[in-house]
T-cell receptor, first 114, second 117 residues
């Protein structure tokens, strides 16, 4: 079975603090994709990153960085110097081999306080 | 980039009426589209997979007679909530696959917030 766990339901930080959102996944597939999406209060899903299972290189994009570790089945997301505009629900998702289906985690609500 | 347009963004309807939600791929052909439902403060749950020209495949527990899906063309899929009730109030999001391969990018619409009074 495939599963995505985001243990942190809600996180509050003060602006300019760094924050890491955890994502742990389960799959028996050797080929799969992992994703992070941001869902602001308006509701739309904003794509942040896609990572395939063969690419364990960490990635940095501006204030965002992602740490993919197959050994621990984790794909954590760090926001550096958080801003109020980062306040949103963040979803981690898994897409297994040969399927279109996304398995979403339960999301982490991030509140960045001014 | 590829865009998926979902309409309407918000709809309020009376109990017992039906509501149709449209999902269009604007600059690509989508052989496969997906419909998700999201309850407040919860995750997205896949309701059904819609393939152009064929019947939709529903996930377990989703009533196909309640949530009618039609994928009449490569750029349009519709979800009709029939005889809506307050418990159908939710946020519905569609997504479309840009290519035929399983690892083709998926693009999400902006969602439809349905309120049934």
């Amino acid at each position: 079975a495939q599963k995505v766990t985001q243990a942190q339901t809600e996180i509050s930080v003060v602006e300019k603090e760094d924050v890491t959102l955890d994502c742990v996944y389960e799959t028996r597939d050797t080929t799969y994709y992992l994703f992070w999406y941001k869902q602001p209060p308006s509701g739309e899903l904003v794509f942040l990153i896609r990572r395939n299972s063969f690419d364990e290189q960490n990635e940095i994009s501006g204030r965002y960085s992602w740490n993919f570790q197959k050994s621990t089945s984790s794909f954590n997301f760090t926001i550096t110097a958080s801003q109020v505009v980062d306040s949103a629900v963040y979803f981690c998702a898994l897409r297994g081999s040969g399927t279109y289906k996304y398995i979403f985690g339960t999301g982490t609500r991030l509140k960045v306080l001014a | 980039g590829a865009v998926v347009s979902q309409h309407p963004s918000r709809v309020i309807c009376k109990s017992g009426t039906s509501v149709k939600i449209e999902c269009r791929s604007l600059d690509f052909q989508a052989t496969t589209m997906f419909w998700y439902r999201q309850f407040p403060k919860q995750s997205l749950m896949l309701m059904a997979t819609s393939n152009e020209g064929s019947k939709a495949t529903y996930e377990q527990g989703v009533e196909k007679d309640k949530f009618l899906i039609n994928h009449a063309s490569l750029t349009l899929s519709t979800l009709t909530v029939t005889s809506a009730h307050p418990e159908d109030s939710s946020f519905y999001i569609c997504s479309a696959s840009e290519g035929a391969s399983w690892n083709s990018p998926l693009h999400f619409g902006n969602g439809t917030r349905l309120t049934v009074t």
